[in-house]
């Protein structure tokens, strides 16, 4: 109660201050910043970055809408566990799919958490999406009826169900390809053909509920893997439309809006499947 209530008093007086962003009480409340990251973060990466943004003007740059023409997946969630970058790539192959083979399936989170410990990653305990693609490249993706998330998102990670893998041979990625790392304009060329899988720093992300959230925001940890699905560029401040993987209670539906441009690292580390 005590660190709710803190939290709250923390909420509402960033509120108050009216910075274009809305903060707001969520089923992470009751959670201190160090039990949030140890829960929900899971993002295995040795690059940090030096916190400096250079704003990049809007023009000549388009809307880009790939949850709204029907290319994304609905928001998951991924539980106690630091299973992020599994939703972060299993989304971008989703909307791969969806959008060059106009496959509409739900593929399988769990089966990157708990069999592609040889490509480098760790389950609940963190991964990275280009070491998922490097799995899918190398086996065929289940869907999720076929593959469910079950326990895992209690954080008990089973053992690889090689049965059912071997029964799976729809889905799979061909290769990948990484955006150079902070260029944001390169990331939002490869957002106009497809949803980007991308790192970002996420550590004050607990409490957000709407808004533009703002670049003096974030620190300098690459520790979260999400899905960048679309891009605003009308109005005052353009911003990057992210799908996150905290369930549809959180942020605005699940998804949280970045000032453009690198906000919280999401131009350093980001990847896009071919299928």
Not at 143 to 156: A, H, Q, R, V
Request: aromatic residues 12%; proline residues 3%; contains cysteine.
């Amino acid at each position: 109660m005590s660190i709710f209530l803190k939290n709250l008093e923390q909420i509402e007086a960033q509120n108050r201050k009216g910075e274009g962003y809305e903060l707001g009480v969520n089923e992470f409340t009751d959670l201190t910043a160090e039990e949030f990251k140890s829960l929900y973060l899971g993002l295995n990466s040795a690059k940090n970055r030096t916190n400096t943004f250079h704003y990049e003007s809007g023009v000549g740059l388009n809307n880009i809408n790939w949850t709204a023409s029907n290319n994304v997946q609905p928001v998951q969630n991924q539980g106690m566990c630091g299973s992020c970058w599994a939703f972060s790539a299993i989304s971008a192959v989703e909307s791969a799919y969806s959008i060059f083979a106009r496959n509409n399936a739900k593929l399988s989170e769990a089966q990157l958490v708990e069999c592609s410990s040889k490509e480098g990653n760790g389950g609940c305990q963190g991964g990275l999406m280009d070491y998922a693609f490097d799995y899918a490249e190398k086996h065929s993706l289940c869907t999720f009826e076929e593959y469910p998330y079950g326990l895992i998102k209690y954080g008990l990670v089973g053992v690889c169900k090689v049965a059912k893998v071997n029964k799976c041979t729809t889905y799979k990625v061909k290769n990948y390809t990484d955006v150079p790392e902070g260029n944001c304009t390169q990331l939002y060329n490869s957002l106009v053909q497809q949803p980007v899988a991308v790192a970002v720093d996420a550590s004050n992300w607990q409490s957000y509920k709407s808004g533009i959230f703002p670049s003096s925001n974030c620190q300098a940890e690459l520790n979260h893997g999400v899905s960048l699905t679309g891009f605003i560029a009308s109005g005052s401040q353009p911003f990057w439309v992210v799908k996150n993987s905290w369930g549809a209670g959180w942020g605005n539906s699940g998804y949280i809006y970045l000032q453009y441009n690198n906000t919280c690292g999401i131009c350093d580390a980001a990847s896009f499947p071919q299928v």
